[in-house]
């Protein structure tokens, strides 16, 4: 790199000491040495290498497909898990013999992502009803026990919350209905081999607020 400008210089030297000479036509092979600076311009045209912006472009159309960031049904990582511990799926929560119970508690943990068993239970004691067992008990009892996926097969918390407590983006309510089209009625089958219609879950007439309206747990 250094070398067309030394030699520019060189030439921008030899051509002044040349033109102080006022010898014109030396001045045409002086010219030859000046001339590579120009050829430096090929490599700006390097620039292209930018047009590999398009490339970039390519990311916008991966995100958002108009169902908005509500955490899709996936693969359990804990069904398997589950059933090592002998949990039988068709039975209530409050019926899984308390050992058992007592085991899948640390999966409860890990689908919800939560830190810790305060995500649902206060300090040192499992008994009281707080808002987030209630709402376990009943998703336990309606969806691990109701629903099952795409292939008839059981569902775990994880299938839907995948380490989020809060798995649905209500910014844009006929994004959310999409997103429920698509991954709740779509991914999910019933138990009973019942058609999965939004009414399954969210009652007749429909309600949106299912956990506060038709399961009457309040938002506190
Ligand atoms: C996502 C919510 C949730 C989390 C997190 C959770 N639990 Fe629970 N836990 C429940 C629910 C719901 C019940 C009640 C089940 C029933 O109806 O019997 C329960 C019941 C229990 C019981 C039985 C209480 C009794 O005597 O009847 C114990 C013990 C318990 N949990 C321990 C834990 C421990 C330890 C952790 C942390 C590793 C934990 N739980 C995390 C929801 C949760
Ligand atoms: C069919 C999908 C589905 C399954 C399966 C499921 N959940 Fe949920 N759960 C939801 C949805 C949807 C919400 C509402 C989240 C929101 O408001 O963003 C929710 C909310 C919750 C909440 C309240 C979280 C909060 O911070 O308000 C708790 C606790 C919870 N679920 C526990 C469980 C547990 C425990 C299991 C397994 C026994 C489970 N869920 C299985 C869909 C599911
Ligand atoms: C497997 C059960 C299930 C099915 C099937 C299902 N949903 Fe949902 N839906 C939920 C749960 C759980 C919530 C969270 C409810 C809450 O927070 O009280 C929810 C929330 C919603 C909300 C947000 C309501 C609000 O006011 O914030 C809308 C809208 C919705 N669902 C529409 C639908 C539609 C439309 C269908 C049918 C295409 C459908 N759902 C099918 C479980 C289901």
């Not at 899984?96 to 040192?124: N, Q, T, W």
């Amino acid at each position: 790199m250094k070398t067309p400008g030394l030699a520019l210089a060189a030439a921008t030297i030899v051509a002044a000491v040349l033109a102080a000479c006022a010898e014109p036509p030396a001045v045409a092979p002086v010219g030859g040495p000046v001339a590579p600076p120009v050829t430096v311009a090929p490599v700006v045209t390097a620039a292209p290498v930018v047009t590999a912006a398009p490339v970039v472009t390519a990311a916008p159309s991966a995100a958002p497909v108009g169902k908005g960031s509500s955490t899709p049904v996936g693969a359990s990582r804990f069904v398997e898990e589950a059933r090592r511990l002998g949990v039988d799926w068709k039975r209530p929560l409050a019926q899984i013999p308390l050992a058992s119970k007592k085991k899948l508690m640390p999966l409860f943990v890990r689908s919800l992502g939560y830190e810790s068993c305060s995500g649902c239970h206060v300090d040192g004691d499992f008994k009281t009803e707080t808002r987030n067992l209630k709402i376990a008990r009943q998703m336990w009892d309606h969806f691990l026990v109701g629903m099952r996926d795409a292939k008839g097969e059981p569902i775990f918390c994880d299938t839907c919350h995948a380490g989020k407590p809060k798995n649905l983006d209500r910014a844009d309510m006929p994004a959310l209905k999409l997103f429920m089209e698509s991954d709740y009625k779509g991914k999910l089958t019933r138990a009973d081999k019942n058609d999965n219609g939004c009414g399954l879950c969210h009652g007749y007439p429909f309600e949106g607020r299912l956990i506060e309206k038709v399961w009457g747990i309040s938002a506190k």
